[in-house]
Structures are given as C-alpha cells and as structure tokens.
C-alpha cells in the first residue's frame, strides 16, 4: 500500500508510535510517506520505501499565527495526488484529523478519493480534545474519519464518554521492537551510577504536569529512607525547574539525577530495577511498556490504560492516582525480595511480549484494508 502519515514529529508518544509504524510498514514492502513540519525524531536512517514532504509556511506579517493548518492541507492535497496514495493515516487528532478531513474534500472536488484512518493517543481527547476551545471540531473530525483507532479500551470508552461518537473505534495498541528494547548486560554502567549497589528507580518522559513527576520524587523519598536507593530522571519539559527545587528541598541532590533528552533510554533500562510512571492521565504508557520489554516492573497509577499493560501484582502494581505511600510500599515489596522482584521481571517480559512489533502491525494493516474496501460506502455518506 501506499500510506501517508501524519504525525507530531517532536519526543511525544504520538510521533514515536508513528514514526516506528512506518518504518515498520515500510519494512514490510508498503510504501510510506512522512508528512510533517520537521523530520520525524526516529526517523534517522535512509530507506528505499520512506519518503518525507516537510511541510512549509509563507511568513506574512497579517499572521499571528502562522496558518499550519491550511499549509499542512494543501501539503497533503499535493502529497495524495502526485504520489498516488491509497490512504492517509493521521496520528493525534489536534489538528490533523480535521486537517486531512479538509484535503479529502479538496481532492474529492477533483476526483480523487483518499481514505483516512485518525489513530487517537489520549491527550488529544482526555486533556486538550474535551476542551471546548476544541471540542466540536474534534468530534466532527473523528466522526468524519473513515477508519478510527484507539490505543487502548480506556482510551476508546474516554471517547465515547466525552463525545457523541457514531463511528466505530478500533483498539489497536502501541507496540514495541525487541531488536531495541531489550535487557542487555550494562554492569560496567550501573557501577558508574550506583557504586555502593544501591536500587536503581528511574522515571523517562516529555516532565509534563501530567505525568506527576512530583509524586515520583515524593514516593522515592520514602524508598530511600528504608534501603540505599537512586532515582533516575530521563527527560526533559516544563516541569523539570519545578521537580529540580522539589528534590532540592527534600534534601535528595545526591540521590536523584537528571539525565536529560537520552536517545539510548534502552541501555537505562537496562540497568534499572523499577520504572516508575504515576500519571494523572495516561492512555497507554509506551514508556511503561519499553520498561517491561528490558524486563523492568512498573510502579505506576491506575489510570486510564495502564492497567491494560501494567498488571497489578504481576508485572508490577498499581495505585490509586497521588497515592505515593502505597506505591513506596509496593517499590519495597520488589526491592526487599529478590525471588519476587525476579518474577516480576519475568512476568513484565512475558507482557510486553504480547506487543511486539510483529503483532500489532497486522492490525494496522488490516484495518487499512477494512476502510479501503469500505471505499463506496464511504463515498455514499459523504
Ligand atoms: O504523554 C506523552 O508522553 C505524549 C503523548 C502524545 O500524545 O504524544 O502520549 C500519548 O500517546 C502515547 C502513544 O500512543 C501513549 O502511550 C501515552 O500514554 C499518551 N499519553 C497520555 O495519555 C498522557
């Protein structure tokens, strides 16, 4: 097939999830084409079946605010019709669902159809997409997409609940590559960040409020006052000044390090005994999954999707949202006992397993099959 992709090209799970799609797909012989406002983070290296149309914008001294959308719509008019695609699939539906709604019209004003499928990755509805500065469009928009999906049930049920949704929504998860996440042996490095053989925590994500990286913080504090302990804290956004004082204030400077943007998280992973990921909001939790995949436990919230990766007392636990004491407890539980915190390792691995790359893909490429048959129907009800 022949695909074009929508996405944010920024660290966001989103642009991660779309980004290793298509090279996915592309891998498998489907022909993909990046549309976006900058390269994609992941997308480094050549390959004969990916293609990438930067999408431009003509400064002019009326705008404000420069109209991204009707630039990325004429992109993608130009995109279908010169490249021949045979479906558009945008990730994120601020602004892109809406957007692609708009080229489809365009190109079907000249003749040609194009399919869309709009993939919804949580924020987009649980945060910003409820907003009612954006609501009426977002409904529109998914009502109008001729393929939905959703990464997790919750997410799909979050849907339903906020807006009046007539389309099906298709939950079809995040994945994960096991030729990158993966436990490997970095001894050399552990020793390097815990000398006296102290517990490794660690937490990676964009430090936005949503993530309640404060509780983190909060409930190593606790943790590390019953056994020698570091908490690693990968990433990098809004909050870090924030957390910075927090850790400042707590006394914890040696115990707890920022590391920053790391291209290579898998290889932190790797030496890490727990991921810690207590969310105010979390569709999914690729991040947590990425854990699981390098064998790590997850102590995270039980919000959202996470209990559909996540599973209480078995690849880790879970806690009520802001409850740091029983999530300190539950760390414990893991790092006072070997035996147990061995079986969870296996237990996460076993888990993560169920998403591999190799198992989800054909789901995508199914449901693009789906929509493209539906293709009269569609143009029937338009
Ligand atoms: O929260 C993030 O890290 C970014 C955000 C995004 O949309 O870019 O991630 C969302 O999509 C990911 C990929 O589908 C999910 O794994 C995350 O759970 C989801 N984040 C939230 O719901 C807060």
New binding site residues.
Partial sequence: MKIGIVC?P?Y??????ATELGKGLAARGHKIHFVTYNQPARLEHFHENIFYHEVRFAEYPLFDYPPYETALASKLVDVVKYNNLDILHVH?AIPHASVAYLAKKILLSEGIYIPVVT?L????I??VGKNPAYAPVVAFAINKSDGVTA?SES?KQDTIDYFKIQNEIAVIP?FIDFDRFKKTNKDHFRKAIAPFGEKLLIHV??F?K??RIEDAVKMFALVQKQIPAKLLLVGDGPERQHIEQICRDLGLCEQIRFLGKQDAVEELLAISDLFVLP?E???????A?EAMACQVPVISSNT??LPEVNINGETGFTSNIGDVEDMASNALKLLQNDTLLQQFRANALAQAQRFAIDNILPLYENHYQQVIDNKVYNKVLE
């Fill in positions: 944010y920024t966001g799970g989103s642009g991660v999830v994120y993939t990755h949580g924020t987009d649980t945060l990464v997410l995040n994500s964009n936005r949503v993530k969310s909001k979390e569709s999914f939790g690729l991040s999954l959202g999707g």
